[in-house]
């Protein structure tokens, strides 16, 4: 979590941009991830520099031949001349890093730097200075990125909805994601859920003495000094995959997954629905997801490798997601609550599916609070493991995420239920969790198939009501007469005075 001071510079920077014309949150982002990318570009030249200059090797610097493309350079130019040079050669060079066949370049190739005015550049660049990116951290720098992304508070015209950042985290302490493992979310939007999971494993492998803690008890410094170099190359390079179809928010994921340490993200622009994406069959280990909701796609673009009939995208991705996990894999997705009691065939169908075809480890039902302001939907986080058919289902019953369920969604403890559903998870194994009146239990399969594979919570959790004694009708007019009586009486005794003594 950021520092007060570095919150307070991003939302400066926000009011810039909102004041000098940049109204959509979408290319705002944009526009400041190019800012802030151009500047780390520099910070991050002079480090490489640095470490070849220590162990004696030779280092060629990404701006040999383009020294005027550097951050120091041109943000001393003066404002007749700062913007046209951006746009003209600074911003040209940016997009070409890394070669034309790499997913950065294919996805920069039709970006635009559209800062309007030469004063609004200038803003932009005296803030971004001020929050001194070089000197933090790792996980600060990425923290900068995600803090900026938390600003898309709009739900997108599909239903897509940015997931609030504890739920990811809980999401992927649930699946424990490890080296080797590959990794993808198929509405990967802004890429939270794979930065979560790079985070995660970091942390794993970094000895503890390491780790250190922020004022609010995150951690960082996770520098993953237990892997060798063929496991940071497969963490780096093989491990992280997603898909948008979106191309604003393929690129806005490509800068977070850099921006987080990720040199090479492996980010693609398809709609995975749709015949244009070829389905890797039991291609890989985990898949996290929050797809989009309520969103419906049209019947001639729909793949043909979908068993279950429907234009419901909540019910296709969760089709989907089993088609590309392989034997053994693990899920955590976010869904409607409709997806878990809905009556259709193809509710029911994909419900059947998931439970005889995996073992459906956790149904978690989610307050409805937990995507406000943009959406008071209601939500549920299927966790499953792809291969063995389902004994039974473990239901916890979450009504606290540590932030208030209203629109304003004001910090609380940022923790609610979320430890002691991490904590029964991984106690299923050891611990029967019989009783219906408490937040967690299970169910057994035979009980759900009776209850038409309905996997919504009210169905199987008793509500233990308290009995009210009331007096009897006779002892409560008694009262009340009582009380008119004292009334009166009061009102007796209070002396009105006369006109004369007025």
């Given at each position: ?11 400066q ?14 290319v ?43 951050w ?80 898309l ?93 979106d ?31 070829n ?55 976010i ?8 009556n ?47 004994k ?14 209203d ?6 403890d940022g ?88």
């Amino acid at each position: 979590m950021l520092e007060t001071e570095l919150k307070s510079k991003i939302n400066q920077l926000w009011d810039k941009f909102w004041s000098g014309g940049i109204s959509d949150p979408l290319v705002a982002i944009t526009q400041m991830s190019y800012l802030i990318y151009m500047k780390r570009l520099e910070d991050e030249d002079i480090a490489k520099e640095q470490d070849a200059q220590l162990s004696g090797e030779q280092y060629e610097s990404i701006f040999k031949d383009y020294e005027d493309c550097k951050w120091s350079e041109w943000t001393n130019l003066p404002a007749n001349q700062i913007l046209e040079h951006v746009r003209g050669k600074v911003f040209p060079f940016l997009k070409t890093l890394g070669g034309e066949d790499t997913l950065y370049g294919q996805y920069m190739k039709d970006a635009m730097f559209t800062i309007p005015t030469p004063s609004l550049l200038i803003e932009g660049v005296k803030i971004i200075n001020d929050m001194h990116i070089k000197e933090q951290n790792r996980d600060t720098k990425g923290d900068i990125y995600e803090y900026l992304l938390s600003e898309l508070k709009t739900a997108g015209k599909n239903g897509q909805f940015r997931t609030p950042r504890h739920i990811i985290k809980m999401m992927v302490s649930l699946i424990n994601p490890r080296i080797g493992d590959a990794i993808c979310d198929p509405a990967c939007g802004t890429s939270g859920f794979l930065v979560a999971a790079n985070k995660d494993i970091l942390k794993k492998n970094t000895s503890k003495d390491l780790i250190k803690k922020d004022e609010f008890g995150n951690e960082y410094n996770l520098k993953g000094d237990k892997l060798n170099e063929q496991q940071w190359n497969i963490l780096r390079e093989h491990t992280f995959y997603g898909y948008d179809f979106d191309s604003t928010m393929v690129r806005i994921s490509l800068m977070n997954m850099m921006m987080n340490g990720i040199n090479k993200p492996a980010i693609k622009q398809k709609n995975t629905l749709s015949t244009r994406y070829n389905q890797e069959k039991n291609h890989y280990d985990v898949v996290l997801a929050n797809p989009p909701f309520k969103g419906s796609i049209d019947e001639s673009e729909i793949s043909g490798e979908f068993f279950i009939k429907t234009k419901k995208t909540e019910i296709l991705f969760l089709e989907l997601m089993y088609n590309i996990l392989a034997s053994g894999g693990r899920c955590a997705v976010i869904v409607p609550d409709g997806v878990v009691f809905g009556n259709s065939k193809a509710h029911k169908k994909i419900r059947k599916k998931i439970l005889e075809e995996c073992r459906l480890d956790a149904v978690i039902s989610m307050p409805s609070g937990v995507f406000k302001p943009y959406a008071g939907v209601s939500t549920c986080i299927l966790v499953y493991t792809k291969g063995e058919p389902t004994k039974k289902v473990w239901f916890y019953d979450m009504t606290a995420d540590g932030y208030s369920l209203d629109d304003k969604r004001t910090f609380i403890d940022g923790k609610g239920d979320i430890p002691d559903i991490i904590e029964n998870f991984n106690k299923r194994d050891s611990e029967s969790f019989q009783d219906r009146k408490a937040k967690c239990f299970f169910v057994p399969i035979d009980e759900i198939i009776e209850n038409d594979y309905d996997l919504s919570i009210s169905k199987y959790k008793e509500i233990e009501y308290e009995e009210i004694e009331y007096e009897e009708p006779e002892v409560i007019k008694q009262k009340i007469l009582d009380l008119e009586n004292k009334i009166t009486q009061t009102l007796n005794e209070i002396e009105i005075p006369t006109i004369e003594e007025k």
